[in-house]
């Protein structure tokens, strides 16, 4: 199965009134009278971060629009975490500084240069980030030894609380020009399906940011939550709710839970060896997720994988999207950026 085509862009804010869809989501689609596949879309190189070189702009007017032709073969897919809004970088840092406070955490503060240190580090894993802080300055002095781990864990559910409050507000904005490059896509007949389940902050984040969209906008759109994905054909299959696997189904994936279940007491063996933790069936269960999601969405809006656009704002979405052959783009946020940087 082709790769998928991946590029990185820079989420700078729109000209004003530009006359196609919004800069910082450039370029998507190259010619929606195109019939064919969405992976051979002419997409140009990814600019690096140090380049001041400006991407040339989304366009999604073509001869179809003039030729009354059928609708465009393709489809878009957007995250919500980095793609409808930058959580990562407006969001995740004050979560924290609030269940900071909530805590009586005083000595705790997250300033920019700190939260981006500690992201580049611990390649975004929040438990690590918390971790390699308080090594670092200390840890509670009431605190007993062997309570760090809870600890941590109770500073994670205070800040995932802070971040649904927060992404609910004005606070947290949407991306400039997210509304305009919806609006552009769903009037070139370009299906659009926001992604909800596999976010870091959970699908509550997420559906408080969707509704900033507004309602005349969403009700075009296709939501892609838990209950879809468990109700789409293929979430069927991979999950084992609603269609009967096959016997040959059932065993092959018998063999894999064992094969996995072997990895895992290896890897084990051997972190216990190195004092390190690790947890291959976890990253594989996560994987796993975000492709059911893909696959989804592709079915909801009825297109093949290969010709639907996922518009990516974590790692985690663009690997998954390689695995299944689904073309990608990657908006760039600070932290994200950093941690796609730290696994080249």
Known sequence: MAAARCLLLRASPPAPNPPEIA??????????????????????AAVPPSSGRRIPPLRCSSSSSSQGSASPDIAVLLEVEGVLADVYRFGNRQAFNVAF??????????????????????????????????????????????????????????KLKALEVFSASDSLPLRPGVEKFI????????????????????????????????????????????????????????????VASSLDEQLVREAQKAASAEKQRIAEEVASILKLSVDINAASESSEKIIVTLRAGS???????????????SQSGVLAAERIGMPCIVVRSRPSWMDLAAQT
């Open 23 to 44: 800069k910082a989501f450039s370029p998507i689609i190259a010619s929606s009278s195109s019939s064919s596949a969405a992976a051979s879309l002419p997409l140009p």
């Open 101 to 158: 406070q909530n805590l009586g955490l005083d000595c705790a503060n997250w300033t920019e240069p700190i939260y981006a240190d500690l992201v580049r580090k611990a390649s975004g894993d929040e438990e690590r980030m918390l971790l390699l802080f308080f090594n670092r300055i200390g840890w509670p002095t009431s605190l007993p030894t062997n309570e760090k781990e809870s600890f941590i864990k109770g500073v994670l559910r205070e």
């Open 183 to 242: 609006d552009d896509a769903l009037n070139e007949g370009v299906p659009v399906a926001i992604l909800t389940t596999y976010g870091r902050n959970g699908e509550k984040t997420s559906r408080s940011i969707i509704e900033k969209l507004g309602q005349e906008r969403t009700a075009k759109i296709h939501i892609i939550g838990k209950e879809e994905v468990e109700k789409s054909l293929y979430g069927q299959l991979v999950l084992g709710e609603g």
């Open 299 to 313: 079915e909801y809006v009825g297109r093949d994988v290969q010709n639907c656009i996922l518009v990516a704002g």
